[in-house]
């Protein structure tokens, strides 16, 4: 089954540090991948995605995430996290088809302390 | 654009009531995405439609759940003889063929 792994359910930084939040996926073929991002009470915001081409992809708010095949991985990067990137973060995917419908994994929730 | 628009934010009802929600997508978009998305959870898909037709149902939209987008632009989502287990937050979204899906903010739907 076409699914979404986030290892980690709870990450806590610093501000000012770097931050990796992963992302595993299982498809058949290549999927197109998401980051969305929300806030307490909110909706998701797109940070970034990955259809096809090159593999390290640039997205809002100085994020950035990685595709490696061989890994079946999606990791999302910041080299300097700000207070106000504290958040829950979703990694989510779909297959080729007509329907855009997106299978989500079950969040990274980020802490960034002073 | 501006974006996809929920209400209402949040609605309280007793069980066994009936509620409707309310989406308004982006106006160029043909497509409409029900998700609904529980504490400590990422949202789970529940209904697609491109225009006005429904093409997909979750197994999670159990016959108390209907949704429906009568003209091809806002949807409405029912859920008849709510249940506690109803409480959750539920998230439309919209897309057209060459865009992502934007969410709204959300209906949060409590049930006591």
């Known amino acids: 089954a076409q699914s979404v792994t986030q290892p980690d359910i709870h990450i806590t930084v610093s501000e000012g540090a770097s931050l990796e939040l992963r992302c595993n996926y299982s498809?058949?073929?290549?999927?197109?991948l998401f980051w969305y991002v929300q806030s307490p009470g909110q909706g998701l915001q797109l940070l970034l995605k990955?259809?096809?081409?090159?593999?390290l992809v640039q997205g809002i708010k100085g994020f950035e995430a990685e595709f490696k095949r061989s890994q079946s991985s999606f990791n999302l990067r910041k080299p300097s996290v700000h207070w106000s990137d504290a958040a829950e973060y979703f990694c989510?995917?779909?297959?080729?088809?007509?329907?855009?419908?997106?299978?989500f994994g079950k969040g990274t929730l980020l802490t960034v302390n002073p | 654009d501006t974006g996809v628009s929920q209400n209402p934010r949040h609605k309280i009802t007793k069980r066994g009531q009936n509620v409707t929600f309310r989406c308004d997508p982006i106006?160029?978009?043909?497509?409409l995405y029900w998700y609904r998305q529980t504490l400590g959870q990422g949202p789970e898909f529940l209904t697609y439609f491109q225009n006005e037709a429904q093409l997909e149902k979750s197994r999670l939209l159990s016959d108390r759940f209907s949704a429906e987008r009568p003209k091809g632009s806002f949807s409405t989502l029912e859920i008849q003889r709510t249940e506690q287990g109803d409480s959750a937050m539920y998230l439309c979204?919209?897309?057209?063929?060459?865009?992502?899906?934007?969410f709204g903010n959300g209906t949060r739907l409590t049930v006591t």
């Open positions: 979204a919209s897309s057209s063929i060459d865009s992502p899906l934007h």
């Open positions: 106006s160029e978009h043909n497509r």
């Open positions: 990955y259809f096809s081409g090159d593999t």
């Open positions: 498809y058949g073929a290549t999927p197109y």
């Open positions: 989510a995917g779909r297959g080729g088809g007509s329907n855009y419908k997106l299978t």
